[in-house]
């Protein structure tokens, strides 16, 4: 493995969530552009389109060739949504499909209403050979890392792989390499980096001499490390390891199924025509389906799960296949229990979040092998699931977890996407009130005409919901703006009946929230009821105020409560402990600094 070597790509780093492609597909499928879009003016008007929906956010003059567009049509192409070019095989195109018109498998994909089915969707498409070897035929890389993280764990019992060793010996790889010879190298990288005393350096030493049989930048071994990552965890088979990955349990037998042929001989033009029309997984046939159902019910004895033994008929694949998903998603549930049990104990985690979602995105570096970050294209989403995660650390709720929130996440807990509209955004209910929470990134003036009807009606909604439970509105931002101020300061609603309702729904900056949060945890007094009464204060006497008033006086309250918490901590009036002290300590040696790459942020986690 000394010869010239080359980094596969399963994604794009121009297209940077994968998670996003569904969104952007839907808009071009019911566009003008479908078989449209190829020259420069179709190119630039479908970049328009996706920046005018809020797909991406092309600023005034940053890209005017259209290379956004371009981009997106590589990965609808890659992934069997629209027919591909075929280069050098003119007279063949009209065998495979219109070019760039929608395939079978794109409708299929456009009815994907599920998290777990478009999951399905991207496995499918990832599971066919598109990737030319050196040495004639082509290899799926998806397939191909799962034959070495297989491997790994018949060596060391864990299919774990870091992130350093996918960018050296993972991608650089291909079929055609011999698989244990490339095993072999990663466990030398492995055993020599945890004697490495400073790890940062060492994964510099190692890039650079691998780069020495690459002839392009040395960046792109992270780079596309990640980009080809983020990618193959939206298949659903891959889980995080730290900044990582491993094989997700549910689906070892399906993992097992896949690597066992990675190469195809067929033509790309084969390989092209199975991908368009949906490419069979194992899980089609009722063997397969069977065992993979078999082992998620011995996982979920093994872990002490209650379930209920899925009933018949189980005679088809399709049939099998929902009764597993029926216990995933209970497996999903019940992880998401313990995930939310954690959450007070990673209150600075979530913390220092919202610090970056108040620069604009970022990311926050706690070791080598230990890093957060807020995307810039992603804010609002981030911005919704972090205020989650805070719901969930405060605790004391009567709700599960699940039904706080209405975005979803994928396997590692982490946002795909923001609640759905027609209801709010958090819904956290406790013994004697309930909070309806909802969040936005607007912070111009039209924030009051964005926000101020549709939080007004579901908090509306929620007080009919809960009576005669007492209701409160929360509505977090960057940034308040004085005509939203002055809409929730009067809080009036009418229903459907024409009954009046008196709304109390209280604005505070992410900032405001994010003081108080450090300082209900920091002084052990982290509980639903402070924040009930913050609520009250804020929204004390608002009406004999106007709204630049009002602001002001949540500023000052805010301030009054932590510095009120902050003395209860002092004279040792605290209820819970939320960390040891060596883990305080190693959390506060670890500050935002200037240098922290906040401009790139689009890397990893």
């Keep these: 493995m000394v010869r010239e070597i080359d980094i596969w790509r399963v994604g794009n780093t121009g297209l940077r969530s994968p998670n996003r492609i569904q969104e952007g597909f839907r808009i071009y499928a019911e566009s003008s552009f479908v078989g449209n879009f190829r020259r420069r003016d179709n190119e630039i008007g479908f970049m328009n389109l996706l920046n005018e929906r809020g797909i991406i956010h092309n600023e005034a003059g940053k890209d005017a060739s259209g290379s956004h567009a371009r981009k997106w049509r590589l990965m609808f192409a890659k992934n069997g949504l629209i027919y591909p070019k075929l280069k050098k095989m003119k007279e063949k195109q009209a065998s495979l499909g219109a070019l760039d018109t929608v395939t079978p498998f794109g409708r299929t994909f456009l009815m994907a209403d599920t998290y777990p089915a478009m999951q399905e969707c991207f496995l499918r498409a990832m599971s066919v050979a598109q990737e030319i070897l050196p040495e004639g ?21 864990s299919s774990e792989i870091s992130r350093i060793e996918f960018a050296l010996w993972a991608q650089t790889t291909t079929p055609q390499d011999d698989l244990s010879a490339v095993v072999d190298r990663i466990l030398d990288l492995r055993e020599r980096r945890q004697h490495a005393a400073s790890k940062r350096k060492f994964d510099r030493g190692e890039i650079e001499r691998r780069a020495e049989c690459y002839h392009k930048k040395a960046d792109n071994f992270l780079d596309y490390a990640d980009m080809n990552m983020r990618y193959l965890r939206i298949t659903g088979i891959f889980q995080r390891r730290g900044r990582g990955l491993m094989i997700l349990p549910t689906k070892y037998v399906l993992a097992e199924q896949l690597a066992q042929s990675s190469v195809s001989e067929n033509s790309l033009l084969h390989s092209y025509k199975v991908l368009c029309a949906g490419a069979p997984l194992p899980t089609d046939d009722v063997p397969v389906a069977r065992k993979l159902l078999d082992a998620l019910q011995k996982l979920l004895k093994e872990r002490h799960i209650a379930f209920e033994a899925p009933a018949p008929p189980l005679e088809t694949a399709v049939q099998i296949n929902v009764a597993r998903q029926r216990l995933e998603q209970l497996l999903a549930q019940t992880d998401e229990l313990q995930y939310a049990q954690r959450q007070c104990r990673e209150w600075r985690e979530i913390s220092d979040y919202m610090t970056l979602i108040l620069r604009g995105g970022g990311k926050k570096t706690y070791d080598e092998d230990y890093e957060i970050e807020v995307p810039r294209d992603e804010l609002p989403v981030y911005l919704e699931w972090i205020l989650w995660r805070a719901i969930l650390a405060i605790n004391h709720l009567t709700t599960m977890p699940y039904e706080v929130r209405g975005f979803k996440m994928d396997a590692d807990f982490m946002p795909v996407s923001t609640a759905g509209g027609g209801k709010g955004d958090l819904y956290s209910e406790f013994d004697d009130f309930a909070i309806l929470t909802e969040v936005t990134m607007s912070s111009s003036s039209r924030q009051e005409a964005m926000e101020g009807e549709p939080v007004r009606r579901h908090v509306s909604d929620a007080v009919l919901r809960w009576a005669p439970k007492p209701v409160y509105g929360l509505f977090v931002a960057v940034k308040i703006d004085t005509n939203t101020a002055e809409t929730f300061r009067h809080g009036i609603w009418y229903t459907k009946q024409e009954e009046r309702q008196k709304l109390e729904i209280v604005p505070l900056t992410l900032a405001q929230y994010q003081m108080y949060f450090d300082a209900m945890f920091s002084s052990g007094n982290a509980v639903p009821v402070h924040v009930r009464d ?6 004390e006497n608002r009406t004999e105020m106007d709204a630049p008033a009002w602001k002001s006086h949540i500023e000052h309250t805010v301030r009054s409560h932590v510095d009120e918490l902050q003395r209860m901590a002092q004279t040792g009036r605290h209820a819970y402990s939320y960390e040891d002290d060596q883990a ?9 600094s200037q240098s922290d790459d906040l401009s790139r942020g689009l890397r990893t986690r």
Excluded at 137 to 157: C, H, Q
Excluded at 534 to 539: K, Y
């Design 534 to 539: 913050l609520l009250l204060c804020c929204g």
């Design 137 to 157: 035929g082509y290899f799926a890389p998806l397939r191909w890392v799962l034959t070495i993280m297989l491997e790994l764990e018949r060596r060391t019992g």
């Design 584 to 592: 305080r300590d190693a959390a506060e040696s670890v500050p935002f």
